[in-house]
C-alpha cells in the first residue's frame, strides 16, 4: 500500500509494484498540504490504477465540524463514483452513519482512530468497517490478535508520529495548525531539552526516526496482516518508487535487496531507521540529533585548501546530487555536485567550508540517478492482438488480455487496392502504436489479397479498439445517487452533575472541589493498590459521582491489568480518551463518559453514541472553539491542564537502569517555554505532555477541568474561576482552527 501526495508519486507507485496507492483529496485530507487529488480528476487515477490491476484508496481521514457534514457525505460519495476502491474515514460514528447510508461503500478505519486493541477491532468491525489500520503502537502480539478478527492494515516504512493516533493537539495549541484536520506543522521535529541528567542539552527529544521493517514484515504476513503501508505522501516519487520496490522485492523473493534498501536510504531515512513499536521500542527510536532527511553514506571529507574539499569515496556523483555532512551525529553542513568542480579519482569535490574537518562522514541525500530511475518505470499490460481482412473487407482485430479475448470490427471496409495495396507488416506497425496507453502488444496480421484502407480511418479505428479495452481493463460501477442521510434522532441526556475534574493527586480534592459534580481519577500507576485506596478514603464525605480516567492508548495487555488490578466496582464509570472503551464498558457494564480523546465535532457522531447502551454523557473536542461547540450537548475543557500528547514510548529511550523515575518532568523548547511532561504507569510507563500555558477558566453549561500538572494553590484558582499567571484562552475559545 503505497502513498500518493500527487501525480508523479502516484505513477511512480504504480510503475514500480505497489498493489493499492492510497491519496487525499483537496477536501478532508489528514495531509491537506500535500498537491493531493480532486473530485473532477480523480476518476482519470482509478482507471489508470484499476487497468494496471492497483487498487485506489481514498482518504477522507479528518474530524469534520457541523457545517462541513453534507460535504462530507457528497466528498465520499463522489470519490465512490469515481472509482475508489475503499474509503478511509477517521470519525468511526460518521464512517457507520456512511455505510448506513451507503452500503455498496468499503469503508476502511484510519490510524488516526486509534484502534490498538480488541475492543477497538470488534467495534470498527461492527459500525461496518472491512478494515482496521491499525496505530503504530500496536504490538505484535496485539496485531495478530486483531488479524484474527477483521481485516488490518499495518504501517511498515515512513515517518512515525511522537503522540498516539489522533491524540495530538500541539501543533493546535502552539500555532492554531491541527493535526486532526491535516494541517500539522509537526512541533514534534523542533529541538526541545527535559530536565533529566543526560537529556539537559536541546536536541530533538520528541523527532522518532523513521519505521522501516524490512524483512520483519514476513513475520507479519504469517501473523495475518493483510496490507503493508508505506506512510509519505508528502515525499517524493523517488522515495515512494525506492519504498515500493524494495517491499515488493522483500514479498516476491526477487531483486537485489541490499541495492533496494541503499536506493531507499538515498530518497528518505531519518535517523537511520527504527523497527518502532511493533518488536517493542528499540534504542532507535528517538532520532536526537539528526532530525530530517540524512540519507546514505558515501564518503569522508580530506581538507581541501582553498575553494573545495575532497570526498573520498567511490560513489560516482551526478550533476545536482546533494550531500549532508554529519560529524559524530550531528549536522554541520551540506551542500550539491557540480561538473565544473575539479576532477580526482578516489571521490569527488564539494564546496568547501571553514568548520570542516578530516573525517567528517558524507552521506548522499538527493540521488538524481535514482529520480530518473523511478521516473523511468513503467508497468505495461500484455496484450495478444490478431488482424484479419482482406479485400472487400473489413477489419478484424481479436485482442487477448487478462479479460480474455474482445473482437473489434472496423466500420470501413477495405477496398482493392488501385496501387499498392497495404501488408501485414503495415497492419502491423499501426498497432504496434499504442499511443499514450501503458499496452505491450504482440501483433500478427493476416492479410488476403491487396487491401487498402485511408490511413486517418485506421488510426481512428486503432485509437478506438485501444480505447474499448482500457475501458474494459479500467472496470466500472454503477454510480450512486445522492441519499437522505438519516439518524435516529437520539441524544445524551442532560448530564446529571454539572462540572467535572480530571486529577491524580488525591491531595488535589482539597482544592475547592465541592463546587464539583464528578471527580475523574487518572491514577499514576494503575497497578498501585494504595492509589486508589487513598483516593477513596479522600473522597469518600463528598457526593461526587467518580470516574475511572482510561488514556486512547491502551493494549489487550494494559487492558487485562486493569480488570486485574483496579477496583473498577468502587466507580460509578469510566472516562475514557479512546473508543475502544465503548466494548469495555458494554462487557463491564459501567457507565461511559466519552472524553475529550472521542474527538466529537458534530452532533451526528454524538448522536451514534448516545446510541451505545452504556453511553452516558460526552465531552466535545477540545478543538472547538465556544461558537463550534454552540448546540453540541456536551462538556467542554474550560480550565486547567491542556493534554497535547499521549506518547506510546519513553522519551529517554528506555534507559531504565539510570532512570530517577520521577512522576513529573519539564520539557522546555528553544523558546524557553514549559511543557510539563505526566509520567504514568500502565502496562509499563507511559507520558503524556501538557500545554506550556494552562488554559483560562471559561464560560459553559457543562465545563470540564483537567487538573494534572497543576499545584493545589492552581487548581483551587482554576475551579474558582481565577485567571492563572501561565493561562492562555487557547483551544476552547479562539475560533482559530
Known amino acids: 500500500m503505497a502513498p500518493a501526495g500527487d501525480e508523479a508519486a502516484f505513477f511512480a507507485a504504480v510503475h514500480s509494484g505497489a498493489d493499492a496507492v492510497y491519496l487525499g483529496l483537496t477536501d478532508f485530507s489528514a495531509r491537506k498540504s500535500a ?60 464512517g457507520k452513519i456512511l455505510k448506513e447510508t451507503y452500503p455498496e461503500m468499503v469503508l476502511h478505519l484510519s490510524t488516526q482512530a486509534g484502534v490498538c486493541n480488541l475492543y477497538g477491532a470488534r467495534l470498527a468491525k461492527r459500525y461496518g468497517f472491512s478494515r482496521v489500520i491499525l496505530a503504530r503502537e500496536t504490538p505484535f502480539d496485539g496485531i495478530a490478535a486483531i488479524a484474527r478478527e477483521i481485516e488490518t492494515e499495518v504501517f511498515v516504512q515512513g515517518a512515525l508520529c511522537t503522540c498516539f493516533s489522533g491524540q495530538c493537539y500541539l501543533s493546535a495549541c502552539i500555532g492554531g495548525n491541527s493535526g486532526n484536520r491535516g494541517r500539522c506543522k509537526q512541533p514534534c521535529r523542533k529541538k526541545y531539552s527535559i530536565d533529566r541528567r543526560g537529556f539537559g542539552e536541546l536536541a530533538y527529544r520528541l523527532s522518532l526516526s523513521d519505521l522501516s521493517l524490512g524483512e520483519d514484515v514476513k ?50 531515512n531519518r535517523g537511520d531507521y527504527t523497527k518502532g513499536y511493533v518488536f517493542g521500542q528499540d534504542k532507535k527510536l528517538i532520532s536526537s540529533a539528526v532530525q530530517g532527511h540524512k540519507g546514505e553514506r558515501v564518503g569522508t571529507l580530506e581538507r581541501a585548501n582553498g575553494k573545495y574539499v575532497f570526498v573520498r569515496s567511490s560513489f560516482a556523483p551526478s550533476e545536482g546530487d546533494g550531500f549532508k555532512i554529519i560529524r559524530g551525529e550531528a549536522e554541520v553542513g551540506g551542500g550539491a555536485y557540480s561538473s565544473v568542480f575539479p576532477n580526482r579519482k578516489g571521490g569527488f569535490f564539494l564546496s568547501s567550508r571553514p568548520d570542516y574537518r578530516d573525517g567528517d562522514v558524507v552521506y548522499l541525500t538527493n540521488d538524481t540517478a535514482l529520480a530518473g530511475r523511478v521516473a523511468a518505470r513503467r508497468k505495461t499490460v500484455p496484450l495478444e492482438i490478431a488482424l484479419e481482412t482482406g479485400e472487400n473487407m473489413p477489419l478484424s482485430v481479436k485482442v487477448k488480455g487478462k479479460f ?92 446529571t452533575f454539572s462540572a467535572a475534574a480530571i486529577l491524580d493527586d488525591p491531595s488535589l480534592l482539597q482544592a475547592g472541589c465541592d463546587r464539583l459534580g464528578t471527580v475523574i481519577f487518572a491514577p499514576k500507576n494503575y497497578k498501585n493498590p494504595d492509589e486508589f485506596d487513598e483516593f477513596f478514603k479522600k473522597s469518600q464525605y463528598y457526593a461526587w459521582h467518580k470516574y475511572l480516567y482510561l488514556p486512547a492508548f491502551m493494549t489487550d495487555g494494559d487492558i487485562d491489568a486493569v480488570k486485574k488490578n483496579v477496583p473498577l466496582g468502587r ?51 477540545k478543538e472547538l472553539s465556544a461558537a463550534e461547540s454552540e448546540g453540541l450537548a456536551g462538556f467542554r475543557l474550560a480550565g486547567g491542564a491542556i493534554k497535547v500528547m499521549e506518547l506510546g514510548h519513553c522519551p529517554f529511550s528506555k534507559t531504565c537502569d539510570s532512570c530517577d523515575k520521577k512522576d513529573a518532568y519539564v520539557l522546555t523548547d528553544e523558546a524557553g517555554r514549559r511543557f510539563p511532561l505526566r509520567r504514568y504507569v500502565s502496562g509499563g510507563c507511559r507520558f503524556e505532555l501538557f500545554n506550556c500555558a494552562a488554559l483560562a477558566p471559561q464560560t459553559c453549561a457543562y465545563p470540564l477541568y483537567d487538573l494534572r500538572t497543576l499545584s493545589v494553590a492552581e487548581a483551587h484558582a482554576c475551579l474558582n474561576g481565577e485567571r492563572l499567571a501561565s493561562a492562555t484562552q487557547g483551544l476552547a475559545s479562539s475560533g482559530v482552527l
Open 35 to 94: 498537491v493531493n487529488f480532486s473530485v473532477e480528476n480523480l476518476k482519470k487515477y482509478t482507471d489508470h490504477a484499476h487497468a494496471l490491476g492497483v487498487r485506489v484508496h481514498v482518504a477522507l481521514n479528518t474530524l469534520v465540524k457541523e457545517g462541513e457534514l453534507a460535504k462530507f457525505f457528497e466528498c465520499a460519495r463522489l470519490a465512490w463514483n469515481a472509482g475508489a476502491d475503499a474509503l478511509i474515514v477517521q470519525d468511526i460514528f460518521l
Open 219 to 268: 513475520k507479519l504476513a504469517a501473523a495475518g496482516v493483510r496490507s503493508f503501508k508505506i506512510e509519505g505522501r508528502m515525499r517524493s516519487a523517488s522515495y515512494v518508487g525506492a519504498a515500493v520496490a524494495y517491499y515488493r522485492d522483500i514479498f516476491d523473493g526477487t531483486g537485489d535487496l541490499a541495492a533496494d534498501l541503499s536506493d531507499l536510504k538515498r530518497a528518505y
Open 404 to 495: 480474455g479475448e474482445r473482437e473489434f470490427v472496423s466500420p470501413f471496409v477495405c477496398e482493392s487496392a488501385k496501387t499498392r495495396g497495404l501488408s501485414e507488416k503495415d497492419f502491423e506497425e499501426c498497432f504496434c502504436k499504442t499511443d499514450l496507453y501503458p499496452f505491450c502488444v504482440s501483433v500478427k496480421a493476416k492479410v488476403a489479397g491487396a487491401p487498402f484502407a485511408v490511413k486517418s480511418a485506421l488510426n481512428a479505428f486503432r485509437r478506438d479498439v485501444y480505447a474499448a479495452v482500457w475501458a474494459e481493463l479500467a472496470g466500472g460501477r454503477e454510480e450512486l445517487a445522492q441519499r437522505e442521510v438519516r439518524v435516529e434522532g437520539k441524544k445524551l441526556p442532560p448530564p
Open 571 to 621: 466507580f460509578d464509570g469510566v472516562y475514557a480518551e479512546g473508543t475502544w472503551a465503548i466494548g469495555f464498558c458494554a462487557e463491564q457494564n459501567l457507565k461511559l463518559f466519552a472524553g475529550t480523546g472521542f474527538c466529537f465535532f458534530n452532533s451526528l457522531s454524538l448522536s451514534e453514541f448516545a446510541k451505545e447502551d452504556c453511553a452516558e454523557t460526552a465531552a466535545l473536542s
